[in-house]
């Protein structure tokens, strides 16, 4: 039984994952990639999934940003159970308070930085020269102030990643789910891309969920969890 302290934790929480299960079939055999995962992210707070490719962080990961359905198991943000809602509120979800980086930047290859960050705040609702605004704030804040007009071929890989950050910032979203955000990324330029995502969750005051196979990196983390046989693991 869960107690009334507990509950209200889960209630206050950005993200809570409850006993998360995702089974895939191929052909006559099932693959158990969650089996029962739980977690919960605060304000703040910033979780490390650590693991080997193909333990299933990107599965976790899908299933927290509303991308796919857990098979078993409830997804809450901020209370709110998501896992059933149909997809138009999901989808609405997503947008404004959901924030997404990749290993691979996705950046739009025909628009400049500035213009990637602008495009998804009017998309969100605002107007251009507010996220105009909020856009220039955030490549600065990122090192970026030289770079806005550059397109994602002349930035380099860690400016690309930068850039993507602040995209996924822009609409200042309650939850950012990173999925091995430095993966392409030299030591180097890692360390650092990783310190400022870092920075920006804990000054914006985010729910950050990033999964990685860098314990080094994770250990800037406030909790890490090992995904081990479709389980979280608190190391």
Known sequence: MIDADTDKKFCNASLHLDRVHRTFVQGYREIKVLCGASLIAEAGEIVAVVGPSGSGKSTLLQIAGLLEPPTSGKVFISGTQCDL?????????????????YQS????????????????QIIAGRSRSIA?????????RLGLSDRLTHLPSRLSGGEQQRTAIARAIANVPQVLLADEPTGNLDVETSKKVFEELVSLVRGDGLAAIIATHDRELASAADRTFLLHEGNLISQ
């Open 132 to 140: 105009n605004r909020c856009a220039k704030d955030l490549l600065t």
């Open 85 to 101: 809602l149909p997809e138009n509120q999901r989808a609405a979800l997503r947008r404004n308070s959901i924030g997404f980086v």
């Open 105 to 120: 930047h996705n950046l739009l290859p025909e628009f400049s930085a500035l213009e990637n960050v602008v495009m998804p």
